[in-house]
């Protein structure tokens, strides 16, 4: 199994909703990240866990919170999004983390804030 | 921190020609790794290539081959032989290897190049 899988593959949500994102993996990967996309750039960083620990927080606004329950699991909680924030949301897990090592990436949620 | 450049938007390519897209890339750090991924209209981005920078054989994978000249800093990607499958939008992304550094474990990307490959 050599899958992210990440759900939903496309939401909508007022500006008042609250929504969580999911991404799965089971290939022991150990290091787990969130990208915000753009349509036509490339992924921004928002946050990497490694071993189930926060590592990295590009500053990401606190209306997006990001859990990992387990090894296998990410969440990116969503509140009180703003339009703005409308945007492809990619999920990538890698074995562990460091700058050598192959992300595999989903094949994102499509967000749209409305 | 690095930068990462890809100075071509958009390029063309017939069937079975073969195509090359371009990568500079700027850094002070000594120990790092260079990657081509791929993004198809599907979404998921894909990696295509790797290359360590202490390495100076070329990578290659099958009809991809990257051009590693380390003291120009420059990466780039030939595909041979393209197919209409190859048709996305290229990133070029560096990750920097020395535990400790600022950008440790997080990849810098290109602005990407379009590649449609046409009949």
């Known amino acids: 199994d050599t899958e992210v899988t990440q759900t939903p593959k496309h939401l909508v949500m007022g500006m008042t909703n609250k929504k969580s994102l999911k991404c799965e993996q089971h290939m022991g990967h150990r290091a787990m990240y969130w990208y915000k996309q753009k349509a036509k750039k490339p992924p921004e960083l928002m946050f990497v866990y490694s071993y189930e620990k926060l590592s990295i927080n590009e500053s990401v606004p606190s209306r997006f919170s990001p859990e990992c329950p387990n090894s296998s699991l990410l969440n990116l909680h969503l509140h009180a999004l703003q339009p703005e924030d409308s945007a492809l949301y990619l999920c990538a897990s890698s074995l562990y983390w460091g700058g050598n090592t192959e992300a595999f990436f989903g094949q994102g949620t499509r967000l749209t804030v409305v | 921190a690095q930068t990462v450049t890809q100075s071509q938007p958009e390029m063309s390519v017939q069937e079975a020609e073969t195509v090359t897209l371009s990568c500079t890339y700027d850094t002070s750090e000594n120990n790092y790794y260079l990657f081509w991924y791929k993004q198809p209209p599907s979404r998921q981005m894909i990696l295509v290539i790797r290359?360590?920078?202490?390495?100076?054989q070329n990578a290659t994978e099958n009809r991809f081959s990257v051009n590693f000249q380390k003291a120009a800093k420059s990466f780039s990607l030939k595909i041979s032989d393209s197919q209409l499958g190859d048709t996305a939008m290229y990133f070029c992304a560096f990750g920097a290897a020395n535990a400790g550094g600022t950008s440790y474990g997080k990849l810098t990307f290109g602005q990407g190049t379009i590649l449609t490959v046409h009949p």
């Open positions: 290359q360590e920078a202490y390495k100076q």
